[in-house]
C-alpha cells in the first residue's frame, strides 16, 4: 500500500443530505462532473447544535474520493446544488492506499 502525497495527494470528502434521493442525485453529479472518482453513501444519525439548541436528525452521509487539489471546486459545486444553509463539507487527507486505487482514483478526475 502506498501514495505519495507529492503527487498533490489524495482527500475523502465528506457532507450529508437528509433524504436518500438527493444524497443521491449530488453523488451522482460530483462523479460526472469528474470531481470525484466514487462516492460512497451511509445513512446516519446527526447530532448537533443549531439556532441555539441540539438537535438530531437522519440523514445521509456521502463521502467522495478524489485529488487534494480538487477540494476548492468540489466544495464549490456541493455548496451550489446543497439545500443547507450550512453544508457540512470537510476533507480528510488520504496518508496511505493502494497504488492502484489511488492511480484510478486520478484517471477517473478531470486533469
Known amino acids: 500500500m502506498t501514495s505519495d502525497p507529492a503527487d498533490g ?3 475523502v470528502v ?3 443530505h437528509d433524504e436518500e434521493p438527493k444524497a443521491r442525485a449530488l453523488a451522482g453529479a460530483v ?8 462516492a460512497q453513501l ?5 447530532v448537533y447544535r443549531w ?7 437522519a440523514e445521509w452521509r ?5 485529488r487534494a487539489e480538487l477540494f476548492d471546486r468540489l466544495a464549490a459545486f456541493i455548496g ?3 439545500d443547507y444553509d450550512t ?4 476533507a480528510v487527507p488520504v496518508t496511505t492506499g493502494s497504488a492502484a486505487y489511488l492511480a484510478w482514483v486520478e484517471r477517473e478526475t478531470m486533469g
Do not use: W
Request: charged share 25%; hydrophobic share 35%; with cysteine.
Open 9 to 11: 495527494g489524495f482527500v
Open 14 to 16: 465528506t457532507t450529508t
Open 31 to 38: 462523479v460526472r462532473a469528474r470531481l470525484a472518482a466514487c
Open 42 to 46: 451511509y445513512p446516519v444519525r446527526s
Open 51 to 57: 439556532d441555539g439548541e441540539v438537535q438530531g436528525a
Open 62 to 66: 456521502i463521502d467522495f474520493k478524489t
Open 80 to 82: 451550489e446544488q446543497h
Open 87 to 90: 453544508p457540512e463539507i470537510l
